[in-house]
């Protein structure tokens, strides 16, 4: 799929009304990072152990995820530094897990596992958008919870925050993009438009760290 058609797809799914050039030019900058970038990153930062969960209990070590977990890591980066939320994250919908697993933070850390049990999608925003397929975007984290729309105090260290599907064309969801923001409104069109190409530009890497079959795809 071209990226001209990808972006239009993704846009009248989520119900987006977004100027597609300017996502057009953005993703291409983020590709243009995965692709090219030679950031020489530790490997304890790609491969955490963070409070005694270890991303490679989740995910099993090789060389091709190294590499795939560089390029997220890298294209969070470029995104978080243009548009400054105190939190971001990508994570990880693994086939054989009932849970989400973040493979890439950047600011005031955030959980490391997400559970997609029934209960989840109330209590975090980045859990309902893996279940639902929706974007998600909370302009005002504490009205959302005086609505019971959101529960859980956790949320209240935000004051706006967006979750945003990463998923494949037929729909299958491989992970998220998850960022909060100190200020409410805080999310406006250009920094939409930047999660956006994100998202689009994380579905390769993700793809091949969510382990998914071609047997596995052809059933969805």
């Known amino acids: 799929m071209t990226s001209h058609k990808l972006i239009l797809d993704y846009l009248n799914t989520q119900g987006l009304k977004l100027n597609e050039?300017?996502?057009?030019?953005?993703?291409?900058?983020v590709q243009a990072v995965i692709e090219r970038g030679q950031a020489a990153i530790e490997r304890s930062v790609l491969w955490y152990d963070q409070n005694g969960v270890r991303l490679e209990d989740y995910l099993t070590a090789n060389d091709d995820r190294h590499a795939c977990l560089k390029?997220?890591?890298?294209?969070?980066?470029?995104?978080y530094e243009r548009t400054r939320p105190q939190s971001a994250a990508v994570y990880l919908k693994p086939a054989d897990s009932a849970s989400l697993v973040?493979?890439?933070?950047?600011?005031?850390?955030?959980?490391p596992v997400l559970p997609l049990d029934e209960s989840a999608a109330i209590r975090h925003l980045a859990?309902?958008?893996?279940?639902?397929?929706?974007?998600?975007?909370?302009d005002d984290a504490a009205y959302w919870l005086s609505l019971n729309e959101l529960q859980g105090e956790h949320?209240?260290?935000?004051?706006?925050?967006?979750?945003?599907?990463?998923?494949l064309e037929n729909g299958r969801v491989l992970g998220v993009v998850h960022?909060?923001?100190a200020q409410a409104h805080a999310i406006d069109d250009a920094a939409l438009a930047e999660w956006v190409a994100l998202a689009l530009s994380l579905v390769e890497p993700m793809h091949e760290l969510a382990g998914i079959t071609e047997t596995e795809e052809e059933k969805e």
């Not at 949320?155 to 998923?167: E, F």
């Open 21 to 29: 050039q300017e996502i057009q030019i953005l993703l291409l900058a």
């Open 71 to 79: 390029q997220i890591f890298m294209a969070l980066d470029s995104v």
């Open 102 to 111: 973040r493979v890439s933070q950047q600011g005031l850390a955030l959980e």
């Open 127 to 138: 859990s309902r958008c893996a279940q639902t397929g929706w974007l998600n975007q909370a």
């Open 155 to 167: 949320n209240l260290r935000s004051a706006s925050q967006i979750s945003l599907p990463v998923h």
């Open 179 to 181: 960022a909060e923001y």
